[in-house]
T-cell receptor, first 112, second 110 residues
């Protein structure tokens, strides 16, 4: 079955460490997105990619980095420069010809 | 930057009351999606609207897309505690970019 997979579901890291969140899709979607959600708030766009080897900053890119070496994969690295990394991170992919978007189940990152 | 505005930002209602959430776009919409999310969980797709004037219902939730395709409303009838969560609208506004609204946090008091 096609879908989008985020891993891990829960992640704990010590302050000052970089951590990478995985997002994989087998839907053949060109576009992929990373969002961040904090309690009681809407999603905020971190980075997005519309094609392999290209990506753009979203509204809150500072302290994050991404890569898009393969169409299927769009990993997000939360660096030590991110001041408040504890949050729920959601990955999405989209196929514009179907005007449809799919979402992963999310990764809850806790920095202690 | 975000092109979708949702209102209200948060809503607290008594169980059994009706409520409406609005989503307004600054650009022409090519498809409007409504999602529900509880914090820490993935998004749940509610419905998609594509045509001006289109109206769809899912259980006690009804969504409409206006004729100019730049605004949608989500109406919940006889709200229940299970309706609580964050409601998000999403849209493909240019055919090339997907945006989410800022979200509406709904609390239903038993």
């Amino acid at each position: 079955d096609g879908g989008i997979t985020q891993s891990p579901k829960y992640l704990f890291r010590k302050e000052g460490q970089n951590v990478t969140l995985s997002c994989e899709q087998n839907l053949n979607h060109d576009a992929m997105y990373w969002y961040r959600q904090d309690p009681g708030q809407g999603l905020r766009l971190i980075y997005y990619s519309q094609i392999v080897n290209d990506f753009q900053k979203g509204d809150i890119a500072e302290g994050y980095s991404v890569s898009r070496e393969k169409k299927e994969s769009f990993p997000l690295t939360v660096t030590s420069a991110q001041k408040n990394p504890t949050a729920f991170y959601l990955c999405a992919s989209a196929d514009w010809s179907n005007t449809e978007a799919f979402f992963g189940q999310g990764t809850r990152l806790t920095v202690v | 930057s975000q092109e979708l505005e949702q209102s209200p930002q948060s809503l607290i209602v008594q169980e059994g009351k009706n409520l409406t959430i609005n989503c307004t776009s600054s650009k022409t919409l090519y498809g409007l999606y409504w999602y529900k999310q509880k914090y820490g969980e993935g998004l749940i797709f509610l419905m998609m609207l594509q045509k001006g004037g289109e109206e769809k219902s899912h259980e006690k939730i009804t969504a409409k897309l206006d004729e100019k395709k730049q605004q949608s409303s989500l109406h919940i009838t006889a709200s229940q505690p299970s309706h609580a969560g964050i409601y998000l609208c999403g849209a493909d506004s240019t055919g090339n970019q997907f945006y989410f609204g800022t979200g509406t946090s709904l609390t239903v008091i038993p």
